[in-house]
């Protein structure tokens, strides 16, 4: 699959490797990419070849976007096991996030009570009050950080303007564990990223946030650089081995 754009606010719903039944939300340009990190990885391909469009979504339209499809799935009685945010970027860096977390709550609340919030995000934004508290109202808060390694973070995730690994912990440390840490896992960058002394400092990471689970992950689609290969499901396991046997929750996908 070539790395493609989300080109709907709402989408799907498709079936996550991580969240089950998943209809997804995009709060970033639909015919654009918006996003502080330009992910050697990322499905929807490298930011500077999707600049054409600038235009975020309002918090109305996301509201009648989402309050249209939900009604819609409810009334056929169809299953959804999550919202999820994501799409063509930084979902946390619209301006309005917070808000529209408010109203998605309030819609799932009416819809789909049953029905997790989830947001996949950088963690570049959790620094700031008003997205962190936004994001711990979500069922799933899943934050990022590949590596400890400030020179890999450079390399593979690729952060537009200032970035410190140190900023991120402490954001992450204000969720006192009642989030999801979300790591990627390839080969073929440059960075052996299951190096045994960077996965000693990422596991040290770990042990200082805490969080309530670990996803662990490889690529799924074609990749804006060429190259990049897959760590397979048994050399994750071996890698999480460690903090299995120290209680953490980790869940694995191939």
Known sequence: MSTALFENIVFGPVSSRRLGVSLGVNLLP???????????????????????DKVLPTVEQVAAALEARLAE???????????TFSGNGEPTIHPDFPEIIRRTLELRDRFFPQAKVSVLSNATMI????????????????????????EVVRAVNRPRGEYSIETVLEGMEAFKGDFILQSILFKGSG???????????????????????????TIDRDTPQKGLSKV???????????????????????
Not at 232 to 254: D, Y
């Open 30 to 52: 639909r015919h654009g990419k918006l996003c502080n990190f330009d992910c050697i990885y990322c499905e929807c391909g490298w930011n500077e070849e999707h600049r054409d």
């Open 232 to 254: 397979t499901v048994s050399e994750m396991e071996k890698i999480a081995e460690p903090l299995v046997k120290e209680g953490f929750r980790v869940q694995i996908r191939g």
């Open 127 to 150: 620094w700031k009050k008003d997205v962190r508290d936004a994001l711990m109202k979500v069922d799933n808060p899943i934050l990022k950080l590949d590596s400890a390694d400030i």
């Open 73 to 83: 799935f409810s009334s056929e009685g169809k299953r959804i096991d999550t919202i």
């Open 191 to 217: 960075y052996d990223m299951s190096d045994t002394g960077r996965l000693e400092r990422w596991y040290e990471i770990v042990r200082r946030v805490r969080p309530r689970e670990i996803m662990l992950y």
